[in-house]
């Protein structure tokens, strides 16, 4: 069996700087993919940079720690502040699930959405990880296993720090 050494880059999309750093990494020959972050601000151009790059393996970086969300804040409030924002940290996260406040339909609701972003614009997904390490948290992993395979996507990022 081949071996094959995977270099990817978390938080494409989040902003300008991040997507040309991604950008030059790959042209370079040192990345081979990059994680898109669907709800934060520099999305568009990331999009853009994924498709005039598509050697560039492309996956979600599922974020439900840092931002607001892309679907209704009604549907997903058991993930976010009383601003209307995602909490911040995976910690915060964390202590929404152990003290049973965190409802698991919301996240999968949150990745369906973020999915379907990406999807719309054009881009074929290879992976999902998470933004914090949110998949390590296991009723969000367990969400993300039910739901990838919904829309073919086969892998995602097993964090080992």
């Known amino acids: ?5 995977i270099v990817n880059a978390d938080d494409f999309g989040l902003a300008g700087g991040v997507n ?3 950008i030059d990494a790959h042209a370079q020959g040192i990345l081979t993919s990059a994680t898109l972050m669907a709800n934060m ?11 005039a790059h598509p050697a560039l393996g492309v996956g979600l970086h599922f974020n439900i720690t840092q931002g607001a969300p892309l679907d209704d804040a009604s549907r997903v409030g058991s993930l976010l502040n009383a601003r209307g924002e995602f909490l911040g940290t995976s910690t915060a996260l964390l202590k929404r699930w152990l003290t049973g406040a965190l409802k698991i339909g919301e996240v999968e609701i949150e990745l369906r959405a973020q999915i379907e972003r990406v999807m719309n614009a054009g881009l074929k997904l290879t992976h ?3 933004h914090k390490h949110a998949h390590a948290l296991p009723p969000v992993c367990h969400s993300i296993a039910e739901v990838i395979g919904d829309y073919g ?3 995602i990022r ?3 720090e």
């Open 153 to 155: 996507i086969r892998a």
């Open 41 to 51: 601000p520099a999305f568009d151009e990331a999009v853009q940079l994924a498709k």
């Open 20 to 22: 040309r750093a991604v």
């Open 1 to 5: 069996m081949k071996k094959q050494l």
């Open 158 to 160: 097993l964090p080992r």
């Open 128 to 130: 999902v990880d998470s």
